[in-house]
């Protein structure tokens, strides 16, 4: 079955750090996507980036970044100089198969950034 | 407004009463969900909806969850003898077609749900 394990709970950094968020993943399937959202404390779910399975090379947003390691199942996420609106909830999630038409969601990683 | 859009935003019930939470999703998007999010956990599937017809139902917990979506847009999520344990944030989301592999899902600020 397909799992998302998001191990830390809470992190709290001051602005300017960088902070990585750890998501690892079992799935069944040969090829896949992964997700990452943030939940603000509005409470509505923002993608912020998609990737398959066949690209393994980091990917650079601004001050975001992931790492994606097929071989230790991980898709990390990094923010670079941290602000505080920066804080909220991050989720990493998978399609549930190769055709699935939903998510598993790990249980998300409280970010709290302090001025 | 351009978003999902969820009423109500917060509802509060006795246990035992029966409660319908409203999804309006974006314009042209066929295919809806419904997720359920307790506190400090990640959103759980309940069920999606590809144009009217309830495509995938499975993680609808029991029998007393119920939606529906008769016009391929706006989508109702019934739930019957509410319990205690319902309470947590309803969510919907839409998207053009099979986000889970192709694209991502839009989502809606949630509806409070609080069963006393």
């Known amino acids: 079955a397909q799992k998302v394990t998001q191990a830390q709970t809470e992190i709290s950094v001051v602005e300017k750090e960088d902070v990585t968020l750890d998501c690892v993943y079992e799935t069944r399937d040969t090829t896949y996507y992964l997700f990452w959202y943030k939940q603000p404390p509005s409470g509505e779910l923002v993608f912020l980036i998609r990737?398959?399975?066949?690209?393994?090379q980091n990917e650079i947003s601004g001050r975001y970044s992931w790492n994606f390691q097929k071989s230790t199942s991980s898709f990390n996420f990094t923010i670079t100089a941290s602000q505080v609106v920066d804080s909220a909830v991050y989720f990493c999630a998978l399609p549930t198969d190769n055709y699935g038409q939903n998510f598993v969601f790990g249980p998300g990683t409280r970010l709290s950034v302090l001025p | 407004g351009a978003g999902v859009s969820q009423t109500p935003s917060n509802k509060v019930t006795e246990k035992g009463k029966y409660v319908e939470l409203r999804c309006d999703p974006i314009?042209?998007?066929?295919?809806l969900y419904w997720y359920r999010q307790s506190l400090g956990q990640g959103p759980e599937f309940l069920i999606y909806f590809q144009g009217t017809g309830a495509a995938d139902d499975s993680g609808l917990p029991n029998d007393r969850f119920f939606a529906v979506r008769p016009e391929g847009s706006v989508s109702t999520l019934k739930i019957q003898r509410t319990e205690r344990g319902d309470s947590a944030v309803y969510l919907c989301a839409s998207s053009h077609r099979q986000a889970a592999n192709t694209g991502e899902l839009f989502f809606g600020e949630g509806s409070r749900l609080t069963v006393l």
């Open positions: 314009s042209g998007h066929t295919a």
């Open positions: 990737r398959n399975s066949f690209d393994e």
